[in-house]
């Protein structure tokens, strides 16, 4: 097991005071594995309407957005993005 | 244009730390003896959105994505209208009031035909595509997250904001 640092951004900043997750994910897991495990664990706590958000959210790399089947990137920053509106 | 120089120029803008955006930077940025045509899109907070009285913002940024992410609208539109292009993108971080520049794209091309539809390209991917939330302050106190657009679409079960 290894600890994930996950950055949140925008309306989830709400949710997460510090501005950063911290999930304990088995090596190799995926994405969708990490989304599970916040689902389950953190975010179990929060209202309806923050786990909608949630759902809506994808995660990405510095570089780019991260499929659900892609495996976790060791060492990086991972972001938790909300829908976005730049501009 | 240089061999050796890069044609874009992108950033992301801390206000309180770099002050604000400037729009002969971007003029600045993309000029280019060979290039005669120069279209600028400059985004500004406006006063009301969806009848509320908005007395500023903030902007929210995940800083080393939405740089990536405007390279990529940069280098797509290079790709669809020609090697003979420079692309300024920068967009405002932090609080911004009323008629502040939240984002500024600027494009050089030969002709003004090519500037017009890159930039057009170019914010249209900054505005769907990049990492930046944005949170209006209202005249009575209060603030919201304004509601946007989910990304990828790959996550099964995604639904709309709230």
């Known amino acids: 097991m290894s600890t994930v640092r996950v950055q949140v951004f925008g309306a989830l900043r709400d949710c997460v005071a510090s501005g950063e997750l911290r999930v304990d994910m088995p090596a190799l897991s995926t994405v969708h594995a990490l989304r599970e495990a916040i689902e389950n664990g953190p975010a179990a706590a929060w209202s309806s309407s923050a786990q909608a958000l949630l759902r809506a959210s994808v995660f990405a790399s510095e570089s780019s957005l991260l499929h659900p089947s892609a495996v976790l990137p060791e060492g990086g920053v991972i972001a938790l993005l909300p829908p976005v509106s730049g501009g | ?162």
């Open chain 2, 1 to 162: 244009m240089s061999a050796h120089e890069s044609p874009f120029v992108l950033r992301v803008v801390d206000v309180a730390m770099q002050g604000p955006l400037e729009v002969q930077h971007a003029l600045d940025a993309v000029a280019d003896a060979a290039f005669g045509g120069i279209d600028v899109f400059i985004g500004r907070v406006r006063a009301h959105n969806h009848g509320r009285v908005v007395t500023g913002l903030h902007y929210d940024m995940f800083d080393p994505l939405a740089i990536a992410v405007f390279a990529r609208a940069a280098s797509k539109a290079r790709t669809e209208f020609g090697p003979a292009l420079r692309c300024y993108v920068a967009h405002a971080k932090g609080h911004l009031v009323v008629g502040d520049t939240a984002v500024i794209v600027a494009v050089a091309t030969p002709h003004r035909d090519e500037a017009f539809r890159a930039c057009r390209a170019v914010i249209e991917v900054v505005k769907h595509e990049a990492p930046i939330w944005k949170q209006e302050h209202y005249i009575d106190g209060s603030s919201a997250w304004t509601e946007g657009c989910s990304l990828c679409g790959s996550e099964p079960g995604a639904v709309a904001a709230p």
